[in-house]
């Protein structure tokens, strides 16, 4: 691993550990997910899921959620996506100005 990427996964694990102690991290995936349930984003995954599930011969949690996780991800709003990347941001920057 190069210098730069070690040094990215320290920050990411430092900033990471503040918002967990802080509480931060709990309150922004309530946000998150309270957002992506408005917008119905909740309900279509678990409704594809479940036609997922039922489609398949053997049963295997980890194919569903290979299968899924890349259509669901894209299909997040961007409102939402932009809304938590802009307090994630807002999070690193009050971090690093104290």
Not at 11 to 26: A, T
Not at 65 to 73: F, G, H, N, S
Request: cysteine-free.
């Amino acid at each position: 691993m190069s210098k730069s990427a070690s040094d990215t996964d320290e920050f990411y694990v430092e900033i990471h550990r503040r918002m967990v102690e802080s509480g931060e991290w709990d309150r922004i995936l309530r946000l998150l997910t309270s957002k992506l349930s408005e917008h119905g984003w909740v309900d279509e995954i678990r409704h594809r899921a479940k036609e997922r599930a039922r489609s398949m011969d053997a049963l295997s949690f980890r194919l569903l959620l290979e299968e899924i996780m890349p259509p669901a991800q894209a299909s997040i709003p961007p409102a939402v996506k932009r809304e938590v990347t802009n307090i994630l941001r807002q999070y690193v920057k009050d971090q690093f100005e104290k």
